[in-house]
């Protein structure tokens, strides 16, 4: 029986994003960098990033207009790469829309079977976004995996299993319940910090913590 993730604690960043997120993967590197830095331990929570993009409102990038996507997945990609030092392939991945199970699946794997997941959380993200990697092939992600150190077979052959795939939807629920709408999400000591952009703000609160507090009652 696969064990449950552990869950939030004082000297945790709380994470929440899914394998094939664009910000996700530019915020990556500084990210794991920040909570180093301050001996943080990341919890991870990969989620269904459509569920929780839709469960917000928000229109879906699909019907979005032409210069909306040319902005958000172009234009601010583009700049943020640059600012970040991060290289990306400048466009849309090719299997950009391919279902996302499995590769959220994958990471969950490796945290039930026990596993330090942030190579290989980096890997995913840098392979879809650099490399133009498919994260819905099986063997694609073998192949990342092995590349970030994991022996990908166990964690692929429990990718989708019901155990894994239900922590998958509570990780989901729980991003919907705590007002989650998109990805990169943190969480410093229950402070919600949106977006990669956010990263700075992020560094400084596990440093001092800003006044007020979130969620507003």
């Not at 959220?104 to 959380?121: C, K, Q, V």
């Not at 795939?165 to 943190?186: D, H, K, L, M």
């Amino acid at each position: 029986m696969l064990g449950h993730p552990k869950g939030e604690s004082v000297q945790s960043i709380e994470y929440f994003y899914a394998a094939h997120s664009a910000f996700a993967y530019l915020g990556s590197a500084r990210f794991m960098a920040i909570a180093a830095a301050a001996g943080r331990k990341i919890v991870h929570k990969p989620v269904d990033l459509r569920r929780v993009v839709a469960e917000a409102g928000a229109v879906p990038f699909g019907r979005r207009s032409r210069a909306h996507a040319a902005y958000f997945f172009g234009r601010e990609i583009e700049r943020w790469s640059e600012q970040r030092g991060v290289p990306w392939i400048g466009r849309i991945p090719t299997h950009h829309a391919n279902d996302i199970a499995l590769p959220n699946g994958m990471l969950i794997a490796g945290l039930t079977l026990g596993l330090d997941i942030d190579g290989l959380a980096h890997a995913l993200l840098e392979a879809h976004w650099r490399d133009d990697a498919d994260l819905a092939d099986r063997s694609t992600l073998a192949e990342i995996g092995q590349r970030a150190g994991i022996d990908p077979a166990p964690l692929l052959d429990a990718a989708l299993s019901a155990d894994v795939q239900a922590i998958y939807q509570a990780n989901t629920e729980e991003a919907i319940r705590r007002s989650v709408f998109g990805a990169p999400t943190y969480f410093v000591d229950g402070d919600m910090f949106y977006g990669q952009d956010r990263l700075e703000m992020v560094e400084r609160a596990l440093a001092t913590p800003y006044a007020g507090k979130w969620p507003r009652s």
